[in-house]
C-alpha cells in the first residue's frame, strides 16, 4: 500500500520569498504524484500531477513540482510567493491500478507574511 | 459547468440520529469517493465505487455506508452517527475511461460537508 509523508505541519514565509514543500511517498511502482491546495472554506484544487517523462512539472498559479525517484520525494515548489498562496497543501499518491485509490499526505499549512 | 455537488455544506445533528450527504457529479464520472479530513490526518477514504452497483470499503469505513444506484449519485449515509464522526467531508469523483490519455486522471472534489454530532 502507498503512503505519503508531509514532513511540514506549518510554513510561513514574506511574500515574495521562495517556497518549497516537502513531500516523500512510499509505493512500490511507480506513482501518480499529486499536489492539491485547499484554500480555507474551500474545495481542494488539482495544482498539478506527475505520471511519467518529464521530472520537473509545471501547474497552475506558478508553482512546479520535481519527482525524485531516488528520494522517494515530490517536492512542491514557487519562486515568488503570493499573499494569495496561504492554504493548505496536500501531497497525494495514486496506484497504478484501476482502483484508483488516492492516499493524502496530512497537509502542509502555508502562512504568507505581508 | 463540470462539478460535484454535496449538501448540505454544514450539518449539526445528534448521536444516533440518522443522515445522509448527498452527493452528485455532472461529468459522467465511473468513479466516486467519500473523504474525511481531519486536523494532522490529511484526507481519509471512507468508501470508493467504480461504477453504478459496485462500492467497496476505503480506509475508515466504520459507521458509514454508500450507495451508487445512479452514476451521478453517491450519497454516504451515516445511520447512528457519533461524536467521533464530527469532521469534514470531501466527495471527489474521476473519470476512468480518460486514465490511458492520463490527460483527466485526477480528482474533482466537491467543496465539503462540515459535520457535528453532539
Known amino acids: 500500500a502507498q503512503s505519503v509523508t508531509q514532513p511540514d505541519i506549518h510554513i510561513t514565509v514574506s511574500e515574495g520569498a521562495s517556497l518549497e514543500l516537502r513531500c516523500n511517498y512510499s509505493y512500490g511502482a511507480t506513482p501518480y504524484l499529486f499536489w492539491y491546495v485547499q484554500s480555507p472554506g474551500q474545495g481542494l484544487q488539482l495544482l498539478l500531477k506527475y505520471f511519467s517523462g518529464d521530472t520537473l512539472v509545471q501547474g497552475i498559479k506558478g508553482f512546479e513540482a520535481e519527482f525524485k525517484r531516488s528520494q522517494s520525494s515530490f517536492n512542491l515548489r514557487k519562486p515568488s510567493v503570493h499573499w494569495s498562496d496561504a492554504a493548505e497543501y496536500f501531497c497525494?499518491?495514486?496506484?497504478?491500478?484501476?482502483?484508483?485509490?488516492?492516499?493524502f499526505g496530512p497537509g502542509t499549512r502555508l502562512s504568507v507574511l505581508p | 459547468e463540470a462539478q460535484v455537488t454535496q449538501n448540505p455544506r454544514y450539518l449539526i445533528t445528534v448521536t444516533g440520529k440518522k443522515l445522509t450527504v448527498t452527493c452528485s457529479q455532472n461529468m459522467n464520472h465511473e468513479y466516486m469517493s467519500w473523504y474525511r479530513q481531519d486536523p494532522g490526518l490529511g484526507l481519509r477514504q471512507i468508501y470508493y465505487s467504480m461504477n453504478v452497483e459496485v462500492t467497496d470499503k476505503g480506509d475508515v469505513p466504520e459507521g458509514y455506508k454508500v450507495s451508487r444506484k445512479e452514476k451521478r449519485n453517491f450519497p454516504l449515509i451515516l445511520e447512528s452517527p457519533s461524536p467521533n464522526q464530527t469532521s469534514l467531508y470531501f466527495c471527489?469523483?474521476?473519470?476512468?475511461?480518460?486514465?490511458?490519455?492520463?490527460?483527466?486522471?485526477?480528482?474533482?472534489f466537491g467543496s465539503g460537508t462540515r459535520l457535528t454530532v453532539v
Open positions: 497525494a499518491v495514486g496506484a497504478q491500478n484501476y482502483g484508483q485509490n488516492f492516499v
Open positions: 471527489a469523483s474521476s473519470s476512468t475511461r480518460d486514465r490511458a490519455a492520463l490527460g483527466n486522471y485526477g480528482y474533482t
